[in-house]
């Protein structure tokens, strides 16, 4: 089977379902805007987040101690 009429499909990280993977798919790896713009509500209310050290803990370069 040639590449380009293999289909590579990957679970929707919001419903599970097969979403295809490839560039014609405007929501990849999401199977649909819909499940694109819940993962986004989520990451804006901060239901979801990235392991690390708040950000007040980080030293920034502009709070004036150059």
Same mark, same amino acid.
């Given at each position: 089977?040639s +590449? =380009? +009429?293999?289909?590579? *499909?990957?679970?929707?990280?919001?419903?599970? %379902?097969? *979403? @295809?993977?490839?560039?014609?798919?405007? $929501? @990849?790896?999401?199977?649909?805007?819909?499940? %694109?713009?819940?993962?986004l509500?989520? $990451?804006? =209310?901060?239901? +979801? @987040?990235?392991?690390?050290?708040?950000l007040?803990?980080?030293? *920034? *370069?502009?709070?004036?101690?150059?």
């Amino acid at each position: 089977m040639s +590449k =380009a +009429k293999q289909q590579t *499909s990957v679970p929707c990280p919001t419903c599970d %379902k097969p *979403s @295809r993977w490839a560039e014609d798919n405007p $929501w @990849r790896p999401f199977c649909c805007e819909r499940c %694109k713009l819940i993962d986004l509500g989520e $990451w804006v =209310a901060e239901e +979801k @987040r990235i392991p690390g050290p708040p950000l007040e803990d980080i030293p *920034s *370069s502009d709070d004036g101690q150059d």
